[in-house]
């Protein structure tokens, strides 16, 4: 949807395959309404498209490969397949000399307590595939904590990955174009809850962890040869950057670029799908972003503040679900901080988050 919506003002139009009739997309172009993988739906999107991407990393490698016998989609297959499988993602991280955390692969309770020896506590038991939004993950601090985690996800290929004691996190969003000329965004810090995105911050790192993460990045998008945007999530332990995962696609926390950015992520996805020049990265302002999980809070007069932006994606309220975000810039963030306390009587919890990480 959002991509659609930066498009459309460069004049072009889309076409979505979604298997949910409700998805919001709809709103910004023709929706097919069929399983991503389906034959017959991926052929009659493949013949009303001259272009095609997705932004979701779970589609299968066998659709987005018949698509490509029709028409060129961005990101390449390689990308895909590598970032579905968190064994290959850190394979990958570790050949291209990014810093990541200690990890094993995990088959059996016999590779889970090789793992465990080789990594010690605490860890993280992850689920290879699947996995996002801290789903398919199980923390271990104690021994105790193994036969839990083992009945949990012990039917599925997993990976230990040890605990990294980090000072914040963060990611840094970067767009490569089809004639390899590379922009990156600002690094933005970014607070999860319960293992989900609530708030980022942007730009919030010092011009030498910029510097680092993009150097990181770099070296990704040229292994790929990559076209769209890619994200790289970074844990930041005391200025030297580790890499967590790779989302070969917009990001949540690069939502705040629709307003705080010249050029947002979603605009430069498509600029460079469709092999036009990158804009730019500049931030315009500082910015937070507010992700609304389960329920949006009642805006009222809050909207009536400059530099506040609702984004309410129409979805069905779930608990938990992502149903929208806010964005606010400043001028500073001794004015962010004065335009974040007039949410404080707002009961939420990125709303307290980000009142709390200013304060
Ligand atoms: P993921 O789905 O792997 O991005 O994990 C979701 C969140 O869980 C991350 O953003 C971190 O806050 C936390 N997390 C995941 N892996 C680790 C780790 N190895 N060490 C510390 N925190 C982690």
């Given at each position: 949807m959002m991509m659609a919506d930066a498009g459309q003002s460069l004049g072009d139009s889309f076409s979505f395959l979604d298997?949910?009739?409700?998805?919001?997309?709809g709103k910004s172009g023709d929706l097919l309404v069929a399983d991503y993988s389906d034959p017959a739906a991926l052929s009659q999107l493949a013949a009303t498209a001259d272009i095609a991407s997705y932004e979701f990393e779970n589609v299968a490698v066998e659709a987005v490969l018949q698509l490509q016998e029709k028409l060129p989609v961005y990101p390449g297959v390689d990308a895909l397949k590598a970032c579905q499988d968190r064994l290959a993602e850190k394979q990958l991280l570790q050949q291209l000399d990014i810093p990541l955390a200690d990890f094993a692969e995990v088959n059996s309770r016999i590779d889970l307590l090789a793992a465990i020896g080789k990594i010690g506590y605490p860890a993280v038991l992850k689920t290879r595939r699947m996995g996002y939004d801290g789903k398919g993950q199980v923390l271990l601090k104690?021994?105790?904590?193994m036969e839990r985690a083992w009945h949990k996800l012990g039917d599925y290929p997993l990976i230990l990955e040890a605990f990294v004691d980090f000072n914040n996190e963060g990611s840094m969003i970067a767009a490569r174009a089809q004639n390899g000329d590379i922009v990156y965004y600002p690094m933005s810090w970014n607070i999860h809850l319960q293992g989900v995105l609530a708030v980022s911050f942007s730009p919030w790192y010092a011009t030498e962890l910029q510097q680092q993460a993009e150097d990181l990045v770099r070296r990704i998008l040229e292994h790929f040869n990559y076209v769209g945007v890619l994200t790289l999530e970074l844990f930041n332990c005391d200025g030297h950057l580790v890499a967590n995962e790779i989302a070969p696609r917009v990001h949540n926390s690069g939502h705040l670029t629709i307003e705080g950015s010249a050029c947002s992520q979603f605009e430069n996805h498509i600029r460079a799908i469709s092999g036009r020049a990158l804009g730019s990265t500049q931030s315009k302002q500082v910015s937070v972003m507010l992700n609304w999980l389960g329920e949006i809070p009642d805006h009222g007069q809050l909207l009536?503040?400059?530099g506040i932006y609702l984004h309410d994606y129409g979805k069905q309220a779930r608990p938990g679900r992502k149903l929208g975000h806010t964005t606010i810039c400043a001028e500073n963030w001794d004015d962010m901080r004065r335009k974040l306390n007039v949410f404080s009587k707002v009961k939420n919890p990125a709303v307290q988050a980000a009142i709390a990480a200013l304060a």
């Open positions: 298997p949910n009739a409700d998805s919001c997309a104690v021994p105790e904590d009536e503040l400059p």
